[in-house]
């Protein structure tokens, strides 16, 4: 099992900043390859973005490409996702997953452990 709990999140005004971590217990966290995902209100949970699990490859989907970045410390157990320029379209409940398999992209069924979500509200 591993435990991820996120932090971080926030109301900021369009055009700010935040940053959002993701500590996770219980396994060996360099095993395993980090993504966020958002849910907004009535959408269904979709990616944002991934690193593998040495950090040296990251992925992230078109509406947020040259906004956010991801990252990880395997020394910290800890991801991060920096969260830049945001707009009114990023408010959603952003959730950490961690998966055994890296992968450009994958599903909310491909991943296998789940935190709990962290609120990120942007006011336009």
């Known amino acids: 099992q591993v435990q991820l709990v996120e932090s971080g999140g926030g109301l900021v005004q369009a055009g700010g900043s935040l940053r959002l971590s993701c500590v996770a217990s219980?396994?060996?966290?360099?095993?395993?390859?980090m993504g966020w995902f958002r849910q907004a209100p009535g959408k269904e949970r979709e990616f944002v973005a991934g690193?593998?699990?040495?950090?040296?490859?990251?992925y992230y989907v078109d509406s947020v490409k040259g906004r956010f970045t991801i990252s990880r410390d395997n020394a910290k157990n800890t991801v991060y996702l920096q969260m830049n320029s945001l707009q009114p379209e990023d408010t959603a409940l952003y959730y950490c997953?961690?998966?055994?398999?890296?992968?450009?992209?994958?599903?909310?069924?491909?991943?296998?452990?789940w935190g709990q979500g962290t609120q990120v509200t942007v006011s336009s």
């Open positions: 219980g396994r060996t966290f360099s095993n395993y390859a």
């Open positions: 997953a961690a998966r055994r398999v890296w992968s450009t992209y994958w599903t909310v069924q491909q991943s296998d452990y």
């Open positions: 690193i593998s699990r040495s950090g040296v490859l990251t």
